[in-house]
């Protein structure tokens, strides 16, 4: 079949032409079927490109110069779609033919050409919106989240640190190593550990606020303490529920010695603050409690006047009730208020049914000791200071005969500050003694209530010599600028300045090119220590970077087997007590001792766990006095007391068996004549 080409519905055969005719007609075939598809492509490719530089410049990237070379080529091919029609019209006009039917192929071109045109450019405008709009600054952030960095160094962010920084569980006696005493873990969960002879060398510091977890921390060392065989005696003024479950369960694995001694009278135990150590040691406690040590003032005068009264009555006896009684009645008014307030309290007051803690025999012994004191008796807080005070003369004096090492550890210690503190904080080290005071903040010391001593230096010395420091956290912003400068300062190489160019739909895009800079910054700043939960310290060793330090619990396997333990004490203390009336008993030699021993002596009255107190003996025990002649007024007192107290003394005595009766009527007949 002869080749034929097909305009329209009507087919022209090549030899029907010529070759002008041929090359229109050839001409005219490919602009039928391509020509609106070739414009729309133009159109559809133009509008997504067409907002390109004009010219390529050294800088442009390749994408750019690509874009460029295609809006060329699409400028180029618009020129040759438009130069057809003119040509076929030129063949056209060569043959001198009529022009009128290709006027209407034109016009039928030029709809089917425009109407796909117009929707391509539509298109493509679209798209280019949502391109420029929306997808590249998403393109943008991913290529700057993904991009190889020269520095990775950023500024803390505190909302990152607070999702970072979260307390850690775990069993602390996992990590126990010989020879070394472990803190915590690290934020990648490695210990944390101080050598034991660096341990022994240094003091330290806990700070922290209320429930920020101290106690977390120093019950943890004082069971490495204890299971090293070192000597702990923890001084607490507040009465911590947890520390003294602690103590006792590691003295049952140790095979140590425990001591629990309350200051406070509704507790087992007594001590006798001005009895222990030399005269001088002893004199200087009672000054100080006193308020009698010599300040430049005028009232120094009258404290030197007291002070030689006191000193007179001290050479004869250290009991505050016997002070008391040789003091009544002279010009030393001070000291005899004192004395009334000291006395008051029963587990200060010397007694022959007792037997009172001894500090020498507890550090001879390398007892573990647990001290109980109070905030809320301004007598016993004050006691707690002589307590710490006799501690460390003891510890001096007793040196050369201790064995071991002894630690001690002092909570709440802004309460219990003193100047001879801070002097034992710089001296003891020598003397195989180290301190670990806890406390809530920096500034507790600064400010402390007690205006007899200077605050700021005791606070100062503190720190000085504190080489060893676990802070924890809080809300407090000046607090936490102290931690971090206590950490030290780093550089870091950090973005400076980063540009973004805002496209002309809206959307904006990270422009190339940063500008970076040297920042300096706390090791650990700010943002980071006001983010630290509970339990989690900043803590800083001698020689070492500081470092977060994760801490946890010291579980206690019973907490039953320290009530009982106190349970058993109360025993033991009311069986001494009856052990020793019977002893005086047996050593009184007539009728007028006997009867002033039973018109003197304490009533106690022994049950299973406490004592059972009589309605006579709680009026007593609310006035803070023991029972006497002097203050019973019931006639009936008396008998009450004696037959109780005899009864006492024949359940100690059965070889000396009397009824109750044949006493009493024997007493009853002294007390006539």
Known sequence: MPFSIEISDRKIYPFEVDMVELFNLYLMMFTHHFYAYAWAVIFLLGSLFSMTPLSIDKDHQFHTVLTIWLRRLLLVSALVLVSIPFIIYLG??????????????????????????????????????????YFAPIHSAFLKGIRVNQTEDTQTDIRDEAEKIKAKDFLPSNYYKEGQIFLGLDSEEQPLYVPLSTWREVNMQVIGATRYGKGVLIGNLMEQSILNGDQVIYIDPKDDKFAPHVMYQACQKAGRKFIYLSLNDDEAGSWLPFAGGSYTDAFSRIETAFGLKLTGEAGDFYKTQETKLLEGAFRKTRDVKKLFDLLDGTDALRVIAELQKWKSINSFVEKKS????????AIEENAVVYIKGSLSSEVIRVAT?????????????????????????????????????????????????????????????????????????????????????????????????????????????????????????????????????????NLINTNMVLSLEPRVCVLIRPRELAKLCYT??????????????????????????????????????????????????????????????????????????????????????????????????????????????????????????
Not at 354 to 361: G, M, P, Q, S, V
Not at 389 to 395: G, N, R
Not at 434 to 450: E, G, K, M, R
Not at 584 to 607: F, G, Q, R, W
């Open 92 to 133: 056209f006009d060569v043959e001198n033919k009529d022009k009128s039917p290709l006027w209407f192929w034109y016009l039928e071109l030029f709809k089917r050409s425009f109407i796909l045109s117009f929707l391509c450019s539509v298109i493509g405008l679209l798209t280019r919106f949502l391109f420029t709009r």
């Open 354 to 361: 007792r037997k009172a803690f001894d500090i020498d025999r």
């Open 385 to 521: 200071k002589l307590f710490i005070i006799e501690l460390v003369q003891s510890a001096k004096r007793l040196f050369k005969n201790r064995t071991s090492h002894l630690t001690i550890y002092v909570d709440e210690v802004s309460f219990l500050a003193s100047q001879e503190l801070a002097r034992a904080m710089a001296t003891m080290l020598g003397f195989n003694v180290n301190f670990v005071l806890a406390y809530q903040s920096p500034d507790d010391i600064v400010n402390t209530d007690d205006k007899t001593i200077d605050g700021r230096a005791i606070s100062q010395s503190i720190n000085t010599n504190s080489q060893l420091k676990a802070i924890y956290g809080g809300k407090n912003f000046e607090v936490a600028e102290w931690i971090a400068e206590l950490t030290g300062v780093i550089t870091k190489q950090v973005s400076k300045l980063e540009k973004t160019e805002i496209k002309a739909l809206g959307g904006e895009v990270w422009d190339k090119g940063r500008s970076i800079g040297t920042v300096e910054e």
């Open 552 to 673: 946890s619990f010291v579980p206690v396997e019973d907490m039953n087997i320290f009530p009982t333990f106190l349970s058993s004490l109360k025993v033991v203390e009311s069986n001494e007590t009856l052990e020793k009336s019977s002893h005086t008993k047996d050593s009184l030699t007539n009728d007028d001792e006997i009867e002033d021993y039973l018109l003197n002596s304490t009533v106690t009255a022994v049950e299973p766990v406490k004592s059972t107190i009589t309605n006579e003996q709680n009026e007593n025990k609310n006035s803070d006095e023991e029972p006497s002649a002097e203050n019973i007024k019931n006639e009936d007192q008396p008998k009450i007391i004696k037959k109780k107290t005899i009864q006492h003394l024949n359940e100690k005595s059965p070889s000396n068996l009397k009824s109750d009766e044949d006493m009493l009527k024997e007493l009853d007949l002294e007390e006539e004549e």
